[in-house]
């Protein structure tokens, strides 16, 4: 069965300093992996998406995410954390082989400090 | 294009009643999934459905259920609400099936809270 670990349930960073947030995953076949944020009281928006090419995915607003597959992780990085970056971030694998079903982690909550 | 909606935004049920939600997908899109958030158990896939058809269903009773209709519109129905229903409902459209390279897109969601 696959599955999404996010290691950290709160992150707090200063106003431009840089952002890691780490996703380890456990999948039995090639995984597509996502990162999703979710602002207060609204949906879910697609930040980046790896699907085996690029190991090194490059998403909206200066977020990015390097899929290493020998540690089966996908942090997502940001150099310089800006005050809307505050949200809640997610990630999501999905695997054919697991009923080509989306699993989230937990979530991970940003906080930025001015 | 409109992005995806959801009706209502807001709810409010009782024990033991049943409660219908709707999702209009972004135009041309022909899957729908639907997902129940809860802090306690985080995101949780429910079901998708790809030209009016399930194509896939997460680990939920029976009585979570849904249908899709020809111009792809969903709803999602919850019979027998419990207290453990309470949640926000998210609606996620995309052009093919969720788990291909097609981006997800999602609705601002339904409140759902059962007294």
């Known amino acids: 069965a696959q599955s999404v670990t996010q290691l950290d349930s709160h992150v707090s960073v200063s106003e431009g300093t840089p952002v890691l947030l780490r996703c380890n995953y456990s999948?039995?076949?090639?995984?597509?992996l996502f990162w999703y944020v979710q602002h207060p009281n609204k949906g879910l928006q697609l930040l980046l998406k790896y699907t085996s090419a690029a190991t090194l995915v490059k998403g909206i607003n200066g977020f990015e995410a390097e899929f290493k597959k020998s540690e089966t992780s996908f942090h997502l990085t940001k150099p310089s954390a800006h005050m809307s970056d505050a949200a809640e971030y997610f990630c999501?694998?999905?695997?054919?082989?697991?009923?080509?079903?989306?699993?989230f982690g937990g979530g991970t909550r940003l906080m930025v400090k001015p | 294009k409109a992005g995806v909606t959801q009706t209502p935004r807001y709810l409010i049920k009782t024990r033991g009643q049943q409660v219908t939600l709707s999702c209009s997908p972004i135009s041309g899109h022909r899957s729908v999934s639907w997902y129940q958030q809860t802090p306690g158990q985080g995101l949780q896939f429910l079901f998708e459905?790809?030209?009016?058809?399930?194509?896939n269903k997460g680990n939920f009773p029976g009585r979570f259920s849904g249908r899709q209709f020809s111009n792809s519109r969903s709803e999602m129905n919850v019979s027998t609400l419990e207290l453990g229903d309470s949640a926000l409902y998210l609606c996620?459209?995309?052009?093919?099936?969720?788990?291909?390279?097609?981006?997800?897109?999602f609705g601002p969601g339904t409140r759902l809270t059962v007294l």
């Open positions: 459905y790809f030209s009016e058809t399930q194509r």
């Open positions: 996620a459209s995309s052009p093919g099936l969720a788990w291909t390279t097609d981006t997800q897109y």
């Open positions: 999501v694998v999905s695997d054919r082989n697991a009923g080509n079903m989306l699993t």
């Open positions: 999948s039995s076949y090639s995984p597509s």
